[in-house]
């Protein structure tokens, strides 16, 4: 059912060339512009990226040093305290004078407080001696008697090692009283110089104010950060450090151990991110930035936007010329289609095409151009001929005059002659000499109403002589149609019938009356008798063909009707009324003047 | 046919402008900022456990964008001064209110204010007498207080002796501690020979406790139900030299509650998640309002801590607070 709906609006919208050009052409046009979006801007979504890759492990590289120099430095710092003689001496000097002693304490207490005034990274300088002295800081703090050196992992990794600096992780300072702080500590064995054992420690706690100034100043975006492991993957410094130590938030540590690249993005929709890593050899820790993508590809949505825009206009551009260029191919065939039907119709005349182009459109106007001129000359030409054979049969037919009509006539003639009536002779020889003159004589179609009414008197007087008493006539023509054209022998054959099929068969005498006149712009020529009239059936087939009148001259009623209409149109012609009994009435009509 | 062609065209161009202002737009539409108004029982920066709790709050607000407004009683058991501090915070209007009710009957006429006025109701800490809130998020107390008893139990035999030092006594968090240390510690219970409340103060607390160490001369076993009442007690004990010969379980944590278990005086202490609590907190409120899951009843949960394992990795974690930068500005 849908797909029936589905097939039905696809062929509405393919019912014109024109709609299939437009869609098929749009439908191209996107799918081009769509393929083109998709790889231009994964090509520079990938470009953003590796821009983005190479711009991140630039920056975490670059803390990975610094931050590899700030534990150097204090490493050297760690280095010249261990060293130091007055340190060893504090530590481990026997012989030494109490007044002594506290000139060399005095000087270190100096040294420490230079170092911890000038240095707000440090939170504890602290040295100590398995004799049981020490300095914490300035003097003023000292070491938590209640903690076991044995119990904190970063003093014994320390004392255990040979030499160099040992760097713990990040761990709550519980050595020094009262302050409890998480520190990272940097922490070296002190060697009494008089047994060489490691006898005393030596360590530095380092608060996170230069981890931090040195992770958190370095761009990775809003929202994007820097964060450090250890060895372990434990976390020496993160920002939201406390969130991640209440265990109300997670980080990536697993998978940044185990990379083995040193980057990777992750696929979390708008909080996909870019991990950048970098592995310091000296410190052991890991340095990883994290940089939330939709930032990197801020310029991404600026670029979409752009492609989009121009996707936009170039497609609107191409609906707009696909409209047009269909338009130019489809008008002609539009124009064809039109005249095509003009040609149905019969119209020939308003069918030719005015040719634009000369295309394969162009030379189809042309070829039916010509064919339409063709058809339309062969039609003229067959009109013509109809007319041509129709008007030889008419002159054939007007030609005739009944050798019957002839015979009697001249029968009547010489009938009359023995019986001496000379005037009559004489009239009706002249008659029938108007009559015969006029029939072979003129070779016109048409004469005069004036004429043909002659014609017809020639004939009534003819007929009335022969009729003796039996007939009358009575012809009355209005003087302005006298002069109007006529086709000849109407008169004739109609009132030949009205006598051999109304006036001779009434007992009284017959009278018919020719009237003529003009009518609503039409010329009217009566004829009346008061003969036998005429049933409604044959009535209705007088006009037709086969009522051919043998005893006529051949020019019978259809005859005369068919004529008519042939010369002057359908409108025209013969009508006929009759009443059975009282006799017939024939209307003959034709164009008046004008 | 022509007509209809045009009408397409329209609609197609139309359908564009449409997109482009779409995506145009997208940028534009920005959020209204989540108020909100918590009220604890105390702000007191020699209290760790609030401070750490507010600083908890701060960072949640900070992470969600939240502006959040703190005010509180100068004294944990003013309850009515809390009360009033609520009404105020109606007027205000905010999102939600969050309270820490210093009475377990006497704020319950306030928070119902509150959600009579249609305001959200969150409880950190504590509860009323009525479960009006939204959401609570909370130390489970009673499993709290059934942890000090599983430690103290390991000290009882037949003929110890144990006193209570509560807090305050009508304060939900102390009747649930003491109910669910009792409940651990059975028939032992008849062991305890009395429970007196500090009012949350050290003071009281320290005076207390050497009535008790008087009263009752074989005293074995003191357990203090929060930091004013254990640090209170323990000193006492200390100062009194009763240090060792009578033990002490102690609630909650800061430095000097650090130090005493580092010397001995308490054999352990509960520990609860303040920061966490508050954080969660805020967290939860943001969740009903952006209508997300969240929990009616949240336990933040609390660790017993002894001496032996209280340098491991998690439990520095726990004792101390990263001060971090963000801590302190969160704590600012």
């Keep these: 059912m849908l797909l029936l709906q589905v097939k039905k609006a696809w062929n509405k919208v393919f019912s014109s060339i024109r709609t299939s050009m437009i869609v098929s052409f749009s439908i191209l046009i996107v799918s081009a512009l769509l393929v083109f979006l998709v790889v231009s801007l994964n090509y520079t979504q990938d470009r953003i990226l590796n821009n983005s890759i190479s711009y991140t492990t630039q920056i975490i590289d670059l803390i990975n040093t610094d931050i590899d120099s700030y534990i150097d430095y204090m490493e050297n710092i760690s280095l ?15 012989t030494t004078s109490s007044a002594q002693q506290k000139t060399i304490f005095e000087r270190i207490q100096a040294q420490f407080k230079t170092v911890m005034e000038s240095r707000k990274d440090i939170s504890n300088v602290v040295v100590f001696s398995n004799q049981g002295r020490s300095l914490v800081n300035t003097g003023n703090d000292e070491l938590n008697q209640n903690i076991s050196l044995y119990d904190l992992e970063w003093a014994m990794e320390a004392i255990k090692r040979e030499n160099g600096t040992s760097l713990s992780s990040s761990h709550v300072q519980n050595l020094v009283k009262n302050k409890y702080q998480w520190v990272v500590t940097l922490s070296r064995a002190i060697r009494n110089p008089y047994t060489n054992e490691r006898a005393g420690l030596f360590f530095i706690d380092l608060n996170y104010d230069i981890i931090s100034d040195l992770c958190e100043n370095n761009s990775m975006g809003e929202r994007g950060y820097i964060y450090i492991l250890d060895k372990d993957g434990r976390i020496i410094y993160h920002p939201q450090q406390q969130l991640l130590y209440s265990g109300l938030k997670e980080e990536r540590i697993e998978e940044i151990l185990e990379s083995k690249t040193s980057y990777f993005v992750t696929n979390e929709g708008t909080d996909s991110r870019l991990y950048t890593i970098s592995r310091s050899e000296k410190t052991g820790w890991t340095i990883v930035g994290v940089a939330y993508t939709d930032e990197l590809m801020k310029g991404k949505e600026e670029t979409q936007l752009i492609y989009l825009f121009t996707a936009g206009i170039l497609f609107m551009i191409a609906v707009i010329t696909a409209t047009l260029l269909s338009s130019t191919i489809t008008k002609p065939i539009k124009v064809l289609k039109n005249s095509m039907k003009e040609v149905e119709k019969g119209n020939f005349e308003s069918a030719s095409i005015t040719l634009h182009s000369n295309n394969e459109i162009g030379s189809l106007s042309n070829s039916f151009n010509v064919m339409t001129e063709e058809i339309q000359n062969l039609m003229q030409q067959n009109i013509y001929e109809q007319r041509q054979k129709r008007k030889s049969e008419l002159r054939a037919l007007q030609s005739q005059i009944n050798p019957h009509f002839l015979y009697n006539t001249l029968d009547s003639i010489i009938w009359m002659a023995e019986g001496g009536r000379n005037t009559e002779v004489v009239l009706m020889t002249s008659s029938l000499a108007k009559l015969m003159r006029q029939s072979f004589s003129n070779q016109a179609e048409t004469v005069s109403i004036e004429k043909e009414v002659e014609y017809v008197r020639s004939y009534l007087t003819i007929q009335k002589m022969r009729y003796k008493d039996k007939l009358e006539f009575e012809i009355k023509i209005d003087q302005d149609i006298r002069q109007i054209e006529i086709v000849k022998l109407i008169l004739q054959p109609l009132v030949e019938n009205a006598i051999y099929h109304g006036i001779k068969y009434k007992e009284e005498i017959g009278l018919i009356q020719i009237e003529g006149l003009e009518c609503d712009g039409k010329i009217q020529l009566i004829i009346k008798d008061n003969g036998a009239g005429m049933n409604a059936e044959t009535l209705e087939h007088i006009l037709d063909e086969k009522k051919e009148n043998k005893h006529s001259n051949g020019v019978g009623v259809y005859n005369v009707h068919m004529r008519l209409q042939l010369y002057y149109g359908p409108q025209y012609g013969v009508r006929y009324e009759s009443v059975l009994g009282e006799g017939t009435k024939v209307t003959v009509t034709i164009p008046g003047r004008g | 046919m022509r007509n209809q062609k045009h009408k397409i065209l329209l609609a197609l161009a139309l359908l564009g402008i449409v997109a482009m202002g779409w995506v145009l ?32 709050a701060r960072m949640a607000a900070e992470e969600y964008h939240i502006d959040l407004t703190i005010i509180a009683p100068q004294r944990e058991e003013d309850f009515e001064k809390q009360n009033a501090l609520i009404l105020e915070a109606i007027k205000q209007n905010p999102d939600v209110i969050l309270v820490s009710p210093s009475h377990y009957t006497g704020t319950l006429e306030a928070v119902k204010e509150v959600r009579k006025r249609g305001i959200k109701l969150v409880f950190i800490d504590s509860e009323v007498k009525e479960p009006v809130w939204d959401s609570i998020v909370a130390t489970d107390n009673f499993i709290a207080g059934s942890k000090m008893g599983n430690l103290a139990k390991s000290y009882i035999d037949d003929n110890t002796e144990i006193a209570v030092v509560g807090h305050v006594k009508s304060s939900s968090t102390a009747i649930e501690r003491i109910r669910g240390l009792e409940y651990i510690l059975g028939k032992r219970k008849s062991q305890i020979v009395e429970t007196v409340f500090c009012d949350s103060t050290f003071e009281k607390a320290y005076s207390l406790t050497e009535e008790l160490v008087k009263k009752y001369p074989d005293l074995d076993l003191v357990i203090g139900t929060n930091e004013y009442a254990a640090v209170g007690a323990a ?53 009903i309002l952006k209508n997300e899951e969240f929990k009616v009843q949240l336990d933040s949960g609390s660790e017993l801590i002894t001496k032996e394992n209280m340098y491991t990795e998690e439990n520095q974690k726990l004792l101390f607070p990263f001060v971090g930068r963000q801590f302190r500005e969160a704590q600012d």
Excluded: C, H
Aim: glycine fraction near 12%; hydrophobic fraction near 40%; charge should be negative.
């Design chain 2, 25 to 56: 737009g997208r940028g534009v539409q920005e959020e209204n900022q989540i108020k909100m108004v918590y009220i604890p029982k105390i702000i007191d920066n020699n209290n760790e456990f609030w401070t750490a709790l507010i600083a908890g």
């Design chain 1, 80 to 94: 010249l305290v261990s060293n130091n003689n007055d340190v060893q001496q504090y530590l481990f000097g026997q």
């Design chain 2, 235 to 287: 000193n006492a004990i200390k100062d009194l030299g009763m240090a060792g010969k009578i033990k002490m379980v102690g609630f909650d944590n800061s430095i000097e509650e650090v130090q005493l278990l580092e010397e001995g005086v308490f054999v352990g202490i509960v520990v609860q998640k303040p920061f966490n609590m508050g954080y969660l907190g805020i967290e939860q409120a943001y969740k």
